[in-house]
């Protein structure tokens, strides 16, 4: 019977591609977090990526992968599928190395970073918006790779991509004046997941590593649960940096060795921590950033009194989406409530309703009337903002007991995603 043989990143390797990035990838700050040490009781570093050149780790493998390719490779040109943040690195690299790229994004790709890869990759660089997720774009670019003949720098099943984002642990061991306990390291298509863990692996091998991936993409726990890599028909784009069908094929059998756990998130839970993050310590990430942060929550009893680094893997948010992280974050705190409400036709039930049917600190953000034909009855849409989560019952028990309860539109979901 044959031995299976399992992948595995070469440390020796992943100490060369640092000596490629001296120069072009920062070494980030390795930082002490007071206010998520003093809430979980443990020490809670943050690996912050999201100072890195291009506002993310991504940079690290994309300009290993490229600056390792061969002159007749460089000359044909590079091709990659990107959400934003390896768009970015390739970007970056491609016009350092004086390199053409074509790159095909997912055409809901925040504008911020359509932007700001053009601005890296200047003449050097055509951005092409394709499909609706990742990996409609990576269907795109596999067809003009094909084409083309132009190198695939693919954003995370690739040994170099690997070995670059592989840089990220060398650093954390090399800041780190203590023993390490656990790394939390965040998941897409589990190229970064790899990377340190198969340091960490051959350098720290006592410290358990914990992988974090939205709920609504949930593609590496849910391989790991069946043992076989499983492509999800539909996922949750909101969290655009780890939104992947798919995960890896080499990416998969190395964390399915290496981590130790791999957590999901409650997209409102990423949000609730972005803001956290902003509020308390002026960091801005984006949602895939703040997923390590996230979920701490699970894991409080593990951590308690041992030294946790997070990685922050990067801070690519667009302003633009702030008022819809904070309606998620209210509804998953259950702070946000949208109804249907039945107003009796007659002067003083809009007075009536917000007299004697809202708490005190109870709030009207969204109010949409909607008057029928009837004399008897017309309904509003009506969004609640409560101070408090004990609130809600009572509120529906006044609406009810007063007559003005049509529906309750939370559950709904269709319903919501046209009001949010």
Not at 11 to 27: D, H, M, P, S, T
Not at 116 to 126: A, K, S, Y
Not at 256 to 273: A, P, S
């Amino acid at each position: 019977m044959k031995t299976q043989t399992l992948p595995q990143l070469s440390l020796a390797e992943i100490k060369k591609a640092q000596k490629n990035l001296e120069g072009v990838a920062k070494n980030t700050p390795l930082e002490k977090n007071r206010s998520y040490s003093k809430d979980f009781e443990a020490q809670i570093f943050l690996k912050r990526e999201d100072q890195q050149r291009v506002r993310s780790y991504k940079i690290r493998g994309a300009y290993h992968k490229i600056v390792s390719l061969t002159a007749e490779e460089r000359a044909k040109g590079v091709v990659c599928a990107s959400a934003g943040n390896h768009a970015q690195g390739v970007a970056y690299s491609c016009k350092k190395l004086n390199i053409d790229a074509k790159i095909f994004m997912p055409t809901p790709t925040p504008l911020q970073k359509v932007q700001q890869v053009r601005m890296f990759g200047e003449d050097r660089v055509e951005v092409i918006l394709v499909g609706d997720t990742f990996d409609d774009a990576k269907v795109e670019a596999m067809r003009y790779s094909e084409l083309h003949q132009s190198t695939v720098i693919h954003p995370f099943d690739d040994p170099k991509i690997m070995e670059g984002q592989g840089t990220i642990a060398l650093e954390i061991l090399a800041a780190a004046k203590d023993s390490i306990d656990y790394v939390f390291v965040p998941i897409g298509g589990g190229g970064v997941a790899s990377g340190v863990s198969s340091v960490f692996k051959a350098l720290s091998p006592h410290t358990k590593i914990i992988g974090v991936e939205p709920k609504g993409a949930a593609s590496m726990s849910i391989s790991i649960d069946k043992n076989e890599n499983t492509e999800l028909h539909l996922i949750d784009k909101f969290v655009d940096g780890a939104a992947v069908k798919k995960v890896g094929d080499l990416t998969f059998q190395i964390c399915k060795q290496n981590l130790e756990k791999v957590l999901t998130v409650d997209e409102g839970k990423i949000c609730e921590t972005i803001l956290n993050l902003y509020n308390k310590d002026a960091i801005v990430v984006e949602p895939a950033g703040a997923l390590t942060l996230a979920a701490l929550e699970q894991f409080s009893e593990e951590i308690k009194g041992k030294h946790v680094v997070c990685v922050v893997s990067g801070g690519n948010n667009d302003i633009t989406r702030m008022e819809e992280i904070k309606e998620r974050a209210l509804l998953y705190n259950g702070l946000k409530h949208y109804f249907l409400v039945r107003f009796p036709q007659r002067a003083g039930a809009l007075k009536q309703f917000v007299v004697e049917v809202l708490g005190a600190t109870d709030d009207i953000t969204h109010f949409e009337y909607i008057k029928k034909n009837s004399r008897e009855k017309g309904y509003a849409v009506v969004g609640i903002e409560l101070k408090a989560k004990k609130d809600f019952e009572p509120l529906l028990s006044r609406m009810k007991d007063l007559q003005f309860f049509g529906d309750y539109i939370n559950p709904k979901e269709s319903l919501m995603n046209i009001l949010v």
